[in-house]
């Protein structure tokens, strides 16, 4: 199985940027669909992208699409997520997410293993 560590996280003000990495080790990384979540206090967690084993293939929330990028470096067994014109509303607890899927998943309970997650707290 594989274990997952994020990091990155931060205070950032409104319009700023963050680039948050998430760690893989245990496990041949490029067998994993990956993606990120983020639950905000109060809410459910919710699907924020998700990328394929090659990074051919990547999905988004709607509400982040064209403002932040997942990615992947397979021979870094790392993911990212690069967040570019941060708005209050991106705070969150962002996690990261692995599954031996052969299709990306866009649900919660697409994926088997979690991270602890990284906190993101945007300033207006």
């Known amino acids: 199985q594989v274990q997952l560590v994020e990091s990155g996280g931060g205070l950032v003000q409104a319009g700023g940027s963050l680039r948050l990495s998430c760690a893989a080790s245990?496990?041949?990384?490029?067998?994993?669909?990956m993606g990120w979540f983020r639950q905000a206090p109060g809410k459910e967690r919710e699907f924020v992208a998700a990328i394929n084993w090659s990074g051919g293939i990547t999905y988004y929330a709607n509400s982040v699409k064209g403002r932040f990028t997942i990615s992947r470096d397979n021979a870094k067994n790392t993911l990212y997520l690069q967040m570019n014109n941060l708005k209050p509303e991106d705070t969150a607890v962002y996690y990261c997410a692995g599954d031996r899927r052969v299709r990306v998943g866009v649900t919660a309970k697409d994926y088997q293993y979690w991270g602890q997650g990284t906190q993101v707290t945007v300033s207006s």
């Open positions: 245990g496990s041949t990384f490029s067998s994993y669909v």
